[in-house]
């Protein structure tokens, strides 16, 4: 910046002397401006926003850049109607907020303009101008020496290559499930963590939500755990998967830079099955409902049992297509025995695929459209797919509630998730601040790098077999198929376009 004033001092000049900040959560003092984690958000489309909203909120971070290929555009999804315009009106406390939008708002202009609204309103300054925008992430990297940490929240294929950099720029990390998008990818992200020393999160609540508690503490009860059952009905009742590869390109809208948006994947032509959010269905870009939604389930799976990296792989799925996950598929992963737990068959099911029905329950139970069923010497724990409303089911029939059950909602996840509610509290609030706190000289985030590889390796290794339609044997010390083909062996670590390479 001119004169030699960094970013930082320029917030200290900003901030009021007479504003009364609310306490630190990670140190038990006040926060005053050179304590806040100064943060830049890499991809601002719905999923971004949703998490900068979340940011805003906390009095331990300052939001000071964004970034985004696309300028602007009001066409993102929603998960419900006008929820993300709702709530940018609740954090802003403006009820008028994006009148001029036809639909669901977001990219680099749309949130600086809301990063630059909320510390107008807070600090009393309405010509705040703090927020920077960006359309490539290496300018941001390369110009904001002063931010501290970074948060992506890009499509799949992106996560590991700015992940990456950011670290190597001296930035600590946040990042958008899945972690990474190979498994090669996820190693080298564990590795440049520990060589740069950067503290990172991935954006999975479980850690600290009650219900993952629950799970640990109720799996006790039915003996040694030999099989998990977890099924979703992502993705039919999200996006479409199956589909044929566009041979038509579309007209790139004027706002979008298509070719950065490809970043790592090879060049194509622009179609609108490509995005907003339909991204995930494609193999170059996402990892379909397996990666999307297989990391919130298997964080607390992994926690609960004890897993590690699976020994051995395999898929059945739908019609396979040359680029786009099937409709529908079922995966199995089996974990060898340990010391502390018998081997462990755990089985993935989606698209609306679901697990034999336990032959104790009664009839008149409907099955779970999402759940989790874990099989124990003496008994199985059926849960909701986030671990909610854990019932334990007996031998003998006897099917018992054990812990108060959550407030029903519509989302097929954990609902006190912050990004569903106006409020940055309560288990999403820790979730954030057990990162923030890391960046600060504390101990790791419960869902840092190192911990999440296992499960994300894990999810890779099942998307391999998705594809490929073997039987894979997995030597985790070795990272080979002690039984696969060569193209199984080449989607261990997939091309990617330079120089956006990992």
């Not at 890779?460 to 894979?472: D, F, K, S, Y």
């Not at 080979?480 to 062996?489: D, I, L, N, P």
Request: aromatic share 10%; glycine share 10%; hydrophobic share 40%.
């Amino acid at each position: 910046m001119a004169c030699g004033v960094t970013r930082r001092e320029l917030l200290q000049v900003l901030s009021s002397a007479a504003l009364v900040l609310p306490a630190a959560r990670f140190a038990g003092a006040a926060v005053t401006p050179s304590d806040k984690l100064t943060v830049a958000m890499i991809g601002v489309g719905s999923q971004g926003m949703r998490v900068m909203l979340d940011l805003l909120r906390l009095a331990e971070v300052q939001v000071v850049a964004v970034c985004d290929v696309n300028r602007g555009s009001d066409g993102y999804e929603d998960w419900g109607g006008n929820e993300l315009r709702t709530k940018v009106r609740g954090v802003l406390g403006d009820a008028s907020w994006g009148e001029r939008y036809a639909g669901p708002a977001a990219g680099r202009e749309v949130a600086q303009d809301v990063v630059n609204r909320y510390y107008a309103k807070e600090k009393g300054r309405p010509g705040y101008r703090g927020c920077a925008a960006y359309e490539d992430y290496r300018e941001l990297l390369a110009k904001e020496h002063d931010v501290d940490a970074v948060v992506v929240s890009t499509p799949d294929h992106w996560h590991a290559t700015i992940a990456i950099a950011a670290m190597r720029a001296g930035k600590h990390v946040y990042s958008q499930k899945p972690m990474a998008h190979s498994v090669w990818q996820t190693r080298e992200m564990v590795r440049v963590a520990a060589e740069t020393k950067r503290q990172t999160s991935v954006s999975i609540f479980n850690a600290h939500a009650p219900a993952s508690a629950q799970v640990r503490e109720a799996i006790g009860r039915i003996g040694p755990v030999h099989k998990v059952d977890i099924w979703t009905t992502r993705a039919s009742s999200f996006w479409k998967q199956g589909l044929p590869t566009p041979v038509a390109a579309d007209v790139v809208p004027a706002s979008l830079n298509w070719e950065m948006w490809l970043g790592p994947a090879a060049l194509r032509s622009y179609s609108h099955v490509y995005q907003p959010f339909r991204w995930r269905a494609w193999y170059d870009f996402g990892c379909g409902a397996l990666g999307d939604m297989g990391e919130y389930g298997f964080d607390t799976i992994h926690r609960a049992v004890g897993l590690g990296v699976p020994d051995r792989i395999s898929a059945s799925t739908s019609e396979l297509f040359p680029a786009c996950f099937p409709v529908a598929s079922a995966v199995h992963f089996h974990f060898a025995a340990t010391g502390k737990r018998p081997a462990v068959e755990l089985n993935w099911f989606d698209g609306g695929v679901q697990p034999e029905r336990p032959p104790e329950l009664a009839a008149s139970v409907p099955m779970l459209s999402e759940g989790v069923i874990y099989h124990g010497k003496q008994g199985k724990l059926l849960t909701q797919y986030m671990g909610q409303n854990a019932h334990l089911l007996l031998p003998d029939g006897t099917l018992t509630e054990l812990y108060p059950p959550e407030p029903k909602g519509g989302f097929p996840y954990f609902e006190k998730q912050s990004e569903l509610v106006y409020g940055a509290a309560g288990a999403s609030s820790e979730h954030y601040l057990d990162w923030v706190r890391a960046c600060r000289a504390g101990p790791p985030a419960r869902g840092n790098y190192a911990f999440e590889a296992a499960i994300v390796e894990t999810l890779m290794l099942g998307v391999i077999a998705q594809r490929t339609q073997e039987v894979l044997l997995w030597d985790a010390a070795g990272m080979r198929f002690t039984q696969g083909s060569e193209r199984a062996t080449g989607l261990l670590r997939p091309a990617m376009r330079a120089p956006f390479e990992v």
